[in-house]
């Protein structure tokens, strides 16, 4: 056994100790610390941000998502809170069975016509602010089931952010969901359209001569939507 003698208090001792920490802590609060000492102190503690982006950090890293599932890509929603993954590192894994106490919406799977007004009531009675993931290829362009009974879900409510795949696999939606937490915490990536210089190359028509034109596949003039 070793016996040493080390100082607890004062200029010389450790930072790292826990027992120094404790008792400039103590001094703190008590109002013994003054002049460098304090203001090393402060500067080693002390923090400084505005409101906002507090509100905004907590809310990026606190998601309740809802338990909504719409076709195969809910296996893929279910299994980001397993072991593989553990979502709950970036506190997401509160699923909430009830609209009124959640905040994100991840439609997992093909939005039919029928189900498009169902989605829409879920999504309104949700808390504000709230958000939305369009989870694979199905619910953001129809995908292989591209027919006359299903929508993409950016028609008929705002979406947030869209991970694409047929399914994506959970690492896919992890990572969505963590671009969505840039979002709401106010330091968004670029899109592709912003790293690679794209803005303005989309295709439009012309309205006088696609006036009478009867393709409903074909976007208006004016609506990038699709572009």
Not at 23 to 41: N, P, T, W
Not at 87 to 92: D, E, L, Y
Request: a negative charge.
């Amino acid at each position: 056994m070793e016996v040493r003698r080390e100082q607890l208090d004062g200029p010389g001792a450790p930072a790292t100790d826990f027992r120094v920490r404790q008792l400039q802590a103590r001094d703190m609060l008590r109002g013994d610390l003054e002049g460098e000492a304090l203001e090393r102190y402060v500067e080693e503690r002390v923090m400084t941000t505005t409101l906002d982006r507090a509100v905004a950090w907590a809310r990026g890293n606190s998601f309740f998502p809802l338990t909504f599932g719409l076709a195969c890509c809910a296996i893929e929603m279910m299994s980001i809170v397993g072991a593989r993954l553990d979502i709950a590192r970036f506190g997401f894994e509160a699923f909430r069975a009830s609209p009124r106490q959640a905040d994100l919406l991840i439609l997992s799977g093909r939005v039919s016509i029928k189900m498009a007004p169902v989605i829409r009531r879920i999504y309104d009675q949700m808390l504000d602010p709230k958000w939305a993931i369009s989870m694979g290829a199905c619910c953001s362009s129809m995908g292989v089931f591209n027919n006359y009974a299903l929508v993409p879900a950016d028609k008929f409510m705002p979406i947030s952010v869209h991970v694409p795949g047929c399914p994506p696999r959970p690492e896919a939606l992890a990572h969505g969901i963590l671009r969505l937490r840039d979002m709401v915490q106010g330091h968004p990536r670029d899109g592709w359209r912003e790293r690679y210089d794209a803005i303005g190359t989309e295709e439009l028509l012309d309205p006088a001569a696609e006036a009478g034109s009867a393709a409903i596949n074909v976007f208006e003039a004016g609506d990038t939507a699709g572009a």
